[in-house]
């Protein structure tokens, strides 16, 4: 049988490695199955995407789309419509996605009007906040799929409620947890450490990318003046993602313990995570990387997709008013922060699972 895997941006780059490794492991046991990968061009910058493939040893992909940046609808169109073009020219049994960005939605809309089979890897979680566009490429693109992998009973009981089929979701858990085990002996301390005088165990780092935290300038920059006036001293790193440089381009701002950084390979990412004090953030994925490794993480959201890393893991939501992190920095300066449990299956075997789930499906 053959799979196209689809990766457009930086969290699907490190959903899809774990996959490719695991249909290798099969293959050279002997199973059937075989596969293309297919970068959408959503992320392009080396930071953002080149980079993944080097430190993940993801292969080069099979083609790139080339979408390049643009609005929401601009995005869209430019994977649908190569995506289809590439679809046509190479024939596939399965088609699958991971993630909830905007090649996930594209690309399974794509694959099912060419009634070919879609497989959704995180399906499932919600937000059920629609005005953030990853929760509008979910529902899509859980609309369409015809195999559902999950990674929470929470996504069991969304897709449970929208009519899906038991028979057609397997809870095999978190991919992005595959990597991040499996990466543990090659993670690396960042060269800028040393230049920026950083010590292990003394420092907190932060993300900032949604929308609704970093559009407008103001609130971005009251967000972080919020923060560096309660950190107590402690320097804060900050990889800014390209979205949220853009906005601070211009603005008039100084803070004192506010480290500004480039975006980090996922190895120093990762590596930074596991060695702070806590970590401060917006993004989904890294809420899952503290809550592995235990490491306290304030979520400026309101609402969260992966509610398991709030009831078992280390992370709070914070919301979206900065004043609110005041007393929760409060408790981790305390030493108050829950210690958290691991979620149910995360233990770095999610891709062999989904893969196993796929042979099995089409009788290989
Ligand atoms: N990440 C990284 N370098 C950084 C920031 C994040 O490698 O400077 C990784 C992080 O470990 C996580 C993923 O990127 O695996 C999260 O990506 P992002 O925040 O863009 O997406 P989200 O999780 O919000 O969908």
Redesign the pocket.
């Known amino acids: 049988m053959h799979i196209t895997l689809i990766a457009g ?3 699907n780059f ?1 959903k899809i490695s774990p996959i490719i490794n695991a249909i290798k492991k099969r293959q050279s046991e002997g199973a059937d199955i075989q596969y293309s990968l297919v970068h959408t061009g959503q992320h392009y910058d080396k930071l953002m995407s080149g980079l ?1 493939f080097e430190e993940l040893n993801i292969p080069e992909p099979d083609v790139n789309l080339a979408a390049g940046s643009g609005t929401q609808a601009e995005q869209t169109a430019s994977i649908m419509v190569a995506f289809e073009k590439y679809l046509m020219e190479h024939p596939t049994d399965l088609v699958l996605v991971v ?3 905007t090649s996930t939605m594209a690309c399974s809309i794509v694959a099912k009007k060419m009634g070919i089979q879609l497989a959704h890897v995180e399906a499932g979680i919600r937000s059920f906040d629609m005005s953030m566009p ?1 929760e509008i490429n979910r529902i899509v693109t859980d609309s369409l799929a015809d195999y559902f992998f999950i990674t929470s009973d929470f996504a069991k009981e969304n897709l449970k409620k929208n009519g899906v089929p038991d028979e057609k979701v397997f809870f095999v858990g978190n991919v ?1 947890i595959d ?2 085990l499996a990466n543990q002996p090659r993670l690396r301390r960042p060269e800028i450490f040393d230049s920026l005088n950083l010590q292990d165990g003394k420092y907190i780092i932060l ?1 900032l ?2 929308p609704n935290n970093v559009d407008d300038t103001n609130n971005l920059v009251d967000v972080l003046s919020t923060i560096d006036s309660n950190v107590n001293g402690v320097p804060v790193v900050f ?1 800014i ?1 390209p979205r949220t440089e853009q906005r601070l381009k211009g603005a008039d701002y100084n803070f004192a313990n506010i480290r500004f950084v480039k ?4 190895l ?3 590596y930074s ?1 596991k060695h702070s004090m806590a970590v401060i ?6 809420t899952e ?1 503290t809550t592995i490794m235990h490491i306290p993480c304030m979520t400026l959201r309101d609402n969260t997709e992966r509610m398991e890393t709030c009831t078992v893991g280390t992370n709070e939501l914070i919301g979206t008013n900065p004043r609110n992190l005041i007393p929760a920095l409060k408790n981790l300066f305390d030493g108050k922060w829950k210690q958290g449990g691991i979620p149910k299956m995360w233990d770095g075997k999610t891709a062999e699972r989904i893969v196993d789930v796929i042979l099995k499906e089409f009788g290989r």
């Open positions: 941006a930086r969290p490190i993944f993630g909830d960005v990853e992005m990597s991040l993300t990318h949604r990889p993602h975006p980090l390979g996922y120093e990412f990762i995570i953030t917006d993004s989904g994925g890294i990387e």
